[in-house]
Every structure is written in structure tokens, then in C-alpha cells.
Nanobody, 125 residues
Framework: VQLQASGGGLVQAGGSLRLSCAASGRTFSDYVVGWFRQAPGKEREFVAVISRSGGTTYYADSVNYRLTIFRDNAKNTVFLQMNSLKPKDTAVYYC???????????????????WGQGTQVTVSS
């Protein structure tokens, strides 16, 4: 499966963005999908994950209640709605797909086999 992330940009603190991760190549509902981010000089970190059906989600503590992951399997797309953005949310955001179980994907970044190219999110203070 090929993944294409988009929707990043420059936004003021307190603003919102919606990221999209469009998939092609295989049935998208076959995959658990996660969002990750990497800030300059820092390691990549987990942000959120969604199950194949979209019925189960899990978030990093640092983003809980501000970010929402959801998917539209009919459109082969996973979204990350980001509200109340903070300067510390500035990073390149990546989507990734896993063929493993949701439980494994929730616990381990190594579960993700397919990665998109990333989209830059910059939050100004």
C-alpha cells in the first residue's frame, strides 16, 4: 500500500488543521493506521492509532482531547483533526499502516510497515 499525507501548514497557536492520509494499492480497511510526528532534533513519536474499522482509537497523552483520528474506508483515507494547536505540536507528521493486530500496532512502532512521506505542521506562538 502507498500512503500520501497532506494537509499540513502554518497555523497560529489555538488554531486547527486537518491532516489526511490517502492510501492506494490495496484495500485500506486491511490496515491499522497510525499517525506519528518528528520535531527538529527529536526522535519520532507516536501520536494516534485507529483500528481497521475505525471503531477503536488510542492517543498519546500529550495530544489527548485535542486531536482526533478517524477514517473513511470508502475513500481510503485516514484523518487527523488537530484542534487547540500549540507550538510544541510543530513537527513533520507521518501516517503509517500496519498489517498486524490493533493491539500490536498500539504498542509498537515496529509494527508499521508502510509509511507516507510526511507533512509539515508549524504552530506559531
Amino acid at each position: 500500500v502507498q500512503l500520501q499525507a497532506s494537509g499540513g501548514g502554518l497555523v497560529q497557536a489555538g488554531g486547527s488543521l486537518r491532516l489526511s492520509c490517502a492510501a492506494s494499492g490495496r484495500t485500506f480497511s486491511d490496515y491499522v493506521v497510525g499517525w506519528f510526528r518528528q520535531a527538529p532534533g527529536k526522535e519520532r513519536e507516536f501520536v494516534a492509532v485507529i483500528s481497521r474499522s475505525g471503531g477503536t482509537t488510542y492517543y498519546a497523552d500529550s495530544v489527548n482531547y485535542r486531536l482526533t483520528i478517524f477514517r473513511d474506508n470508502a475513500k481510503n483515507t485516514v484523518f487527523l483533526q488537530m484542534n487547540s494547536l500549540k507550538p510544541k505540536d510543530t513537527a513533520v507528521y507521518y501516517c503509517a499502516a500496519a498489517e498486524t493486530s490493533y493491539a500490536v500496532a498500539q504498542r509498537s512502532t515496529a509494527a508499521y510497515k508502510y509509511w507516507g512521506q510526511g507533512t509539515q505542521v508549524t504552530v506559531s506562538s
